[in-house]
């Protein structure tokens, strides 16, 4: 996207540092996550060590990142959003466990290393995967409620977004889809489940952890919506025009798996197209926030531009 047309980067970048900011959020993430897991060496210790390998693994912490930033974004306090940005990235880490296996897509490298079945075997990967799926609701559990948004609310949101009508919803189509043609629509209802569901949900629940205001909770839905389906499109631009070392982890399998994607679709470049004209929609959607969502509109740049 050029600068003069969206008229976003030269301002966001002069007054915003996303590098600081995200070094920081990384780690308090970390931090905070380490915390919350039991150790390494709790009994029983293979399930524990399977859990933070890949917890730990090098993720780019991007859903965590979104969901602090809609918290600075809504005037919250980061110490609010943290434990919802952890039990996010605990969902995020499960389902590229699940993701990965054998039954699925089948993958040895994820996060720059060995995936977790190769380093576990399948079945510690898959309880890996469960448990940190459960993690993820153990945290959120522990959260209190905000006057608008009850306790229940906040574990609802995130149910939701990993349940069989988003996350799940979104694998089963990915899968159903292989070798097969699909339009564009049908490709759109499996991105929408399958990445943008869950990078909604962050944005959302770092706004819920600020008691943030309808107008704000329904500007974060639509931004985090369109960031969503850029993350995905560009996800599979990467996975044509990226090397695995580049990624950390295989590139090119969504053509050998024949899997629908918009460069199979529509080419390279109008999928890049795609990814601007929703990015912009995502600006479109922060105007309610009259520049407090600076760090959430240098987020989605990033995103759009980013090369890994
Ligand atoms: C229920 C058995 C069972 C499995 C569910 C839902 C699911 C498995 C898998 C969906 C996972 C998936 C591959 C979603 C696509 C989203 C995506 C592009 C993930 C990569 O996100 P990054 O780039 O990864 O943020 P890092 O590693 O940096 O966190």
């Known amino acids: 996207m050029s600068d003069q047309k969206n008229g976003t980067r030269g301002r966001t970048e002069r007054r915003f540092d996303l590098d600081r900011f995200l070094a920081s959020s ?66 995020h880490t499960y389902s590229l466990v699940h993701d990965d296996l054998p039954a699925m897509d089948d993958d040895d490298f994820r996060r720059g290393k060995p995936t977790n079945h190769k380093v576990f075997g399948e079945g510690i990967a898959v309880l890996a995967g469960d448990a940190l799926l459960t993690q993820a609701f153990e945290i959120a559990g522990q959260c209190r409620g905000w006057p608008r948004y009850s306790h229940q609310t906040i574990v609802l949101e995130l149910a939701r977004a990993a349940g069989s009508l988003q996350l799940v919803a979104g694998q089963v189509a990915d899968l159903e889809g292989e070798g097969r043609r699909i339009s564009s629509a049908q490709l759109r209802y499996i991105h929408e489940r399958k990445t943008s569901a869950l990078l909604a949900c962050s944005v959302r629940l770092g706004g819920m952890s600020a008691n943030c205001g309808k107008a704000e909770l329904a500007g974060l839905t639509d931004f985090g919506y369109h960031v969503g389906l850029a993350f995905q499109v560009i996800d599979d631009i990467l996975d044509v025009t990226q090397t695995s070392e580049k990624l950390g982890k295989t590139a090119g399998k969504d053509t050998r798996a024949q899997k629908a994607t918009y460069p199979a679709i529509v080419g390279l470049d109008k999928s890049r197209k795609i990814a601007e004209q929703l990015t912009r929609r995502a600006f479109a959607a922060l105007k309610p926030f009259r520049g407090r969502a600076i760090a959430l509109a240098a987020l989605a740049e990033h995103l759009l531009k980013r090369d890994r």
């Open 26 to 91: 990384t780690a308090v993430v970390n931090q905070a996550l380490d915390r919350f897991l039991p150790a390494a060496k709790t009994r029983p210790a293979t399930i524990h060590r399977a859990m933070r390998y890949s917890l730990f693994a090098g993720g780019k912490r991007l859903r965590p990142a979104l969901c602090l930033a809609a918290a600075e974004a809504c005037g919250g306090r980061r110490a609010d959003a943290l434990p919802l940005a952890c039990a996010v990235e605990c969902i």
